[in-house]
């Protein structure tokens, strides 16, 4: 059974850091991507990052260009995302997904939750002015 743990997320003031970190375990097959993303309270699910298993390319939502950045640890199976400049809109619960088997999901897909077959618990985020 995968699962998925995030870690790393807490309060931090307007222009702080956090790095949260996805640890990944029970794979059969190896993923194809994974993702970060985010939900604040009466808002829907929104990819943050994205990032191909494989090749490594990395895929990013308008609003965290610039400020957040996804990677991985292939070998650990882990993933990260670093995420600099933080605003007070940053605030939600961020979840690590992935998705594992089958066809890897296009490029233009890769922020879309329903690509991921598999999600963490998330971790909170919480950015103050």
């Known amino acids: 059974q995968v699962q998925l743990v995030e870690s790393g997320g807490g309060s931090v003031q307007a222009g702080g850091s956090l790095r949260l970190s996805c640890a990944a375990s029970?794979?059969?097959?190896?993923?194809?991507?994974m993702g970060w993303f985010r939900q604040a309270p009466g808002k829907e699910r929104e990819g943050v990052a994205a990032i191909y298993t494989g090749g490594g390319s990395t895929y990013y939502a308008d609003s965290v260009k610039g400020r957040f950045t996804i990677s991985q640890d292939n070998a650990k199976n882990m993933a990260y995302l670093q995420m600099n400049s933080l605003k007070p809109e940053d605030t939600a619960m961020y979840y690590c997904?992935?998705?594992?088997?089958?066809?890897?999901?296009?490029?233009?897909?890769?922020?879309?939750?329903?690509?991921?077959?598999?999600w963490g618990q998330g971790t909170q985020v919480t950015v103050s002015s």
């Open positions: 029970g794979y059969t097959y190896s993923s194809n991507c």
């Open positions: 997904a992935a998705d594992v088997g089958g066809v890897s999901p296009p490029p233009f897909n890769l922020l879309v939750p329903d690509e991921y077959n598999y």
